[in-house]
């Protein structure tokens, strides 16, 4: 059994819509990550966090400790907004990074 | 704004050969990191280095792997003997702590 789950695993959107991607993991963890990584394949670290709410821009990203579920929102999407989006944790007492599998997103214009 | 980054961006190679894989981490990181992707798989751990030596390493990081920080600047994966099966995309990543991880662009490398 995978130790991060991400879903969906594929999501479409028309531009300007609400998007929401879960996270669930099976593990303790010391921080929860969310990235994006585009067609070119580099990764961008958005979020980390290990408690509540966090807000960069367009992008927000919550996580419940006790129910061992993150979420990452995407308010008002565009087009270039279009990627993957990958959870990852760091267990506790590791350095290591778990990933998801990953959730492609497309936003048509 | 600082960034980590890895050469080649691509990199082909024959089985069997040796390829060395090098990064730059951001410069007062002190935590660094190898991962890799195979095409259509999730990201995997590899290792991580911290005070000049190997902290964790992963399954994967068998015999044929290495790491090494030569000069204080880059930190270098080095496989020995590629096998078609190390067709990847690897990712160097760095932190200074705290969990913080910063990633490079990645190597995409090919075993013919």
């Known amino acids: 059994k995978n130790e991060v789950e991400q879903s969906p695993q594929n999501l479409t959107a028309q531009e300007g819509e609400f998007i929401t991607i879960n996270c669930s993991y099976s593990v303790g963890i010391s921080a929860l990550h969310w990235l994006q990584q585009h067609p070119g394949g580099g990764i961008v670290s958005l979020f980390m966090l290990s408690s509540g709410k966090k807000k960069h821009g367009r992008l927000i990203a919550t996580i419940n400790i006790q129910e061992k579920h993150s979420s990452l929102h995407i308010t008002a999407s565009h087009p270039r907004d279009s990627a993957v989006y990958i959870c990852a944790v760091s267990k506790g007492g590791s350095e290591k990074l778990v990933f998801g599998k990953g959730t492609k997103l497309t936003v048509n214009p | 704004e600082p960034e980590v980054t890895q050469t080649p961006s691509h990199q082909v190679t024959q089985m069997g050969q040796e390829v060395i894989l090098r990064c730059v981490p951001i410069?007062?990181?002190?935590?660094f990191y190898w991962y890799r992707q195979i095409l259509g798989q999730k990201v995997e751990f590899l290792v991580s280095f911290y005070n000049n030596e190997i902290s964790e390493k992963s399954e994967i990081f068998d015999d044929q792997f290495s790491v090494e920080r030569p000069d204080g600047s880059n930190f270098t994966l080095k496989i020995r003997s590629t096998k078609l099966e190390d067709s990847a995309m690897y990712f160097c990543?760095?932190?200074?702590?705290?969990?913080?991880?910063?990633f490079g662009p990645g190597t995409r490398l090919t075993v013919l």
């Open positions: 410069s007062n990181h002190l935590y």
């Open positions: 990543a760095s932190g200074g702590g705290y969990n913080e991880q910063f």
